[in-house]
């Protein structure tokens, strides 16, 4: 029991106060007033709920699932951006020939001049190492200078 | 051998009735079967709606009030759980868009001062019993302890589901119900009732 005096509603925690049989037959007697409900109030509230059963609904269970799907979708799109990604370059480094070093699709004198300052500034690429001596330097350099001329003489008649 | 207290829902077994018990019927309307409502508007509409009036005093927004009722109730669904007697989730639901249907209606047709004199005074409470006696000792109690007592004797409702409908402590609505009970008994207009 709540013993605070200024405590309007102490609580009781004792039995559940009763109320005398005549009270309650009077208290339940049917009200002066009673509302009638037209069957249209009835058709609208009825007809609302109709339609929102008619709706397709996605219930909390499927909501719950479509947040953790979220994560997951997103994983799976870096996932293949990154591969995608990676596929490109590794296409990027296979389509031209060892030879061309700048990538213009031909082989030819400007290409050695670039392995040549790549092999001077020192930023070599092991895909260069045309005479499989395990260094890239002049010597790869001058491998497709002899090419370069070789094709640009073209093939003796 | 001490006796089993047995739980207060559902308050409508199966096995008292063919009818399906509230419990039942909004299981039925989360797997979206729409006649399951059907069913359980017509069981509590009368209830809600002479609700909303006691609430309103007006029989038109009596009638707005029920119409609300159920269709907030409606957009619960799917994943509605019904945890005690349905009505605890109706009573507050009534009772909140009934004040809400006051004030709009006062709103149109009175000063600031007036609103605000609106604002503060309690819901109406619309004279249930016939005898004009026990409606004017009812009247006469404060709008929390009138509140239960009617809850209890004319809605029904157990205690622990008063609590539950009004959000106060299951000793509170005790010991409103038992002062409510006292200041009736003291009052010349109800002590016929309360004589052997």
Do not use: C
Request: aromatic share 8%.
């Amino acid at each position: 029991m709540n013993m605070n005096p200024s405590d309007p509603n102490p609580r009781r925690d004792g039995e559940e106060p009763t109320a005398p049989a005549k009270l309650v037959a009077a208290l339940k007697e049917p009200p002066s007033r009673r509302v009638f409900v037209p069957s249209s109030v009835d058709a609208a509230v009825l007809h609302a709920a109709r339609q929102h059963f008619a709706q397709p609904t996605r219930t909390r269970s499927s909501l719950f699932h479509s947040w953790l799907a979220w994560p997951a979708v997103a994983t799976t799109a870096l996932v293949l951006v990154g591969f995608g990604y990676f596929l490109f370059r590794q296409d990027e480094s296979t389509r031209f020939a060892r030879e061309d070093v700048n990538h213009d699709g031909q082989v030819d004198i400007l290409d050695a001049l670039q392995l040549a300052r790549e092999t001077q500034s020192g930023d070599r690429s092991a895909g260069h190492d045309l005479n499989g001596d395990g260094h890239v330097d002049g010597r790869d350099a001058d491998i497709i200078a002899a090419r370069a001329v070789q094709l640009e003489k073209g093939p003796k008649s | 051998m001490t006796a089993k207290a047995l739980p207060e829902f559902p308050v409508q077994s199966p096995d008292q009735t063919d009818a399906p018990s509230d419990q039942q019927l909004v299981a039925a309307l989360n797997t979206g079967d729409a006649a399951a409502f059907e069913t359980l508007y017509f069981r509590h509409r009368d209830w809600v709606v002479n609700l909303a009036l006691r609430f309103t005093g007006s029989e038109d927004l009596a009638l707005d009030v029920m119409q609300e009722t159920f269709i907030y109730f409606l957009k619960k669904f799917p994943g509605f759980r019904l945890t005690a007697n349905l009505k605890t989730f109706l009573y507050p639901a009534v009772k909140n868009l009934s004040i809400a249907a006051r004030r709009k209606a006062v709103r149109v047709q009175s000063t600031e001062a007036e609103l605000q004199y609106l604002e503060m005074l309690p819901a109406v409470d619309v004279p249930l019993a016939q005898s004009t006696e026990l409606a004017a000792a009812l009247a006469n109690l404060s709008p929390d302890h009138r509140e239960v007592v009617l809850l209890r004797f004319v809605d029904d409702l157990s205690l622990a589901e008063i609590a539950e409908a009004t959000t106060i402590p299951l000793g509170t609505v005790k010991s409103r119900l038992h002062h409510a009970l006292e200041t009736l008994r003291q009052d010349q207009r109800a002590k016929e009732y309360f004589e052997p």
